[in-house]
């Protein structure tokens, strides 16, 4: 799912080719994407883009007259940027955005349809898609603690938690807490005020760090690869892997679709933590170091 820093690029890479232009039409592909019925999705052509912005990990585009445009990528949708009055694609295809200089497609990869696209009048109905998460990149150490400790969760939950925190999901959240040297399972009210201060000042880096560089790399050309699995992440993707500070290989926690991903030495004192499937399965013959991980591939 795209996050903060692949949502910042799109924003940037949108700015200079929508900002300001007229919305000509809007076709959509599928029936699964508009999810709001009043005003009508109509109403939105002819109307000029006064602004692009970001509601954690949906992007608004702000229209003449009020009107917001409010679309979340979800997993797997995604943006490119195409001559006016493109063909939508046939299986992946869900919506076009004609300009009179291009038109912008929206897709999705997969049989499920989970990307979204409201149509909002005023400020007020605009808010009611905020999450209501914590813009790392501009909260102050102390207001970062605060939200961190409000409910006693673990590390991992409470950072990809969008009530808590805005636009950090699966991927981002593995590579702060990796910098931080923090497990991803310690819970948030055991962290000291200097422990939360400094992940808070790391996670403000990490994300910048990695919406610059993505800016940067892209260009003037509009992002044709935006994931969340980049090959010089520290530990996210990386299971089996080496951790580039250390050499440890990289371990993981598995729930349901998604995957915790960590080093064991930078992060958990050379403690597996326990996958709940694995864990499961073998009960107490689970290893609990690296060592009697080795040994059980022995056997």
């Given at each position: 799912?795209?996050?903060?820093?692949?949502?910042?690029?799109?924003?940037?890479?949108?700015?200079?080719?929508?900002?300001?232009?007229?919305?000509?039409?809007?076709?959509?592909?599928?029936?699964?994407?508009?999810?709001?019925?009043?005003?009508?999705?109509?109403?939105?052509?002819?109307?000029?883009?006064?602004?692009?912005?970001?509601?954690?990990?949906?992007?608004?585009?702000?229209?003449?007259?009020?009107?917001?445009?409010?679309?979340?990528?979800?997993?797997?949708?995604?943006?490119?940027?195409?001559?006016?009055?493109?063909?939508?694609?046939?299986?992946?295809?869900?919506?076009?955005?004609?300009?009179?200089?291009?038109?912008?497609?929206?897709?999705?990869?997969?049989?499920?349809?989970?990307?979204?696209?409201?149509?909002?009048?005023?400020?007020?109905?605009?808010?009611?898609?905020?999450?209501?998460?914590?813009?790392?990149?501009?909260?102050?150490?102390?207001?970062?603690?605060?939200?961190?400790?409000?409910?006693?969760?673990?590390?991992?939950?409470?950072?990809?938690?969008?009530?808590?925190?805005?636009?950090?999901?699966?991927?981002?959240?593995?590579?702060?807490?990796h910098a931080s040297r923090l497990s991803p399972v310690r819970l948030t009210s055991t962290l000291s005020d200097d422990e939360a201060h400094g992940l808070a000042a790391t996670a403000s880096v990490t994300l910048r760090t990695w919406r610059d560089?993505?800016?940067?790399?892209?260009?003037?050309?509009?992002?044709?690869?935006?994931?969340?699995?980049?090959?010089?992440?520290?530990?996210?993707?990386?299971?089996?892997?080496?951790?580039?500070?250390?050499?440890?290989?990289?371990?993981?926690?598995?729930?349901?679709?998604?995957?915790?991903?960590?080093?064991?030495?930078?992060?958990?004192?050379?403690?597996?933590?326990?996958?709940?499937?694995?864990?499961?399965?073998?009960?107490?013959?689970?290893?609990?170091?690296?060592?009697?991980?080795?040994?059980?591939?022995?056997?």
């Amino acid at each position: 799912m795209p996050e903060l820093p692949d949502v910042e690029l799109y924003l940037h890479a949108l700015d200079s080719r929508v900002v300001g232009h007229t919305l000509e039409r809007i076709r959509i592909a599928s029936p699964f994407l508009l999810r709001s019925v009043a005003p009508p999705l109509e109403s939105a052509e002819g109307r000029r883009v006064r602004s692009l912005g970001r509601l954690g990990k949906r992007l608004v585009f702000a229209l003449d007259g009020e009107l917001f445009l409010v679309i979340h990528l979800m997993i797997a949708g995604r943006f490119s940027w195409k001559d006016r009055a493109a063909p939508v694609p046939g299986k992946v295809g869900l919506a076009a955005f004609d300009f009179e200089h291009g038109t912008l497609l929206l897709t999705e990869a997969g049989a499920k349809r989970r990307a979204s696209l409201f149509l909002v009048q005023g400020p007020a109905a605009l808010a009611e898609h905020d999450p209501g998460g914590l813009e790392v990149l501009s909260a102050t150490p102390a207001a970062f603690a605060d939200r961190l400790r409000s409910e006693n969760r673990t590390l991992k939950r409470a950072l990809t938690d969008p009530r808590l925190f805005s636009g950090i999901g699966n991927a981002y959240s593995d590579e702060i807490l990796h910098a931080s040297r923090l497990s991803p399972v310690r819970l948030t009210s055991t962290l000291s005020d200097d422990e939360a201060h400094g992940l808070a000042a790391t996670a403000s880096v990490t994300l910048r760090t990695w919406r610059d560089r993505l800016i940067a790399e892209a260009g003037d050309a509009f992002p044709a690869r935006v994931t969340a699995f980049r090959g010089d992440m520290a530990v996210h993707g990386k299971f089996g892997q080496c951790c580039p500070v250390c050499g440890t290989l990289v371990q993981r926690i598995q729930y349901a679709a998604n995957e915790c991903n960590y080093c064991p030495e930078c992060q958990t004192g050379g403690r597996l933590l326990a996958d709940r499937g694995l864990s499961r399965l073998l009960g107490k013959d689970w290893p609990r170091t690296l060592e009697e991980l080795e040994e059980l591939k022995r056997r």
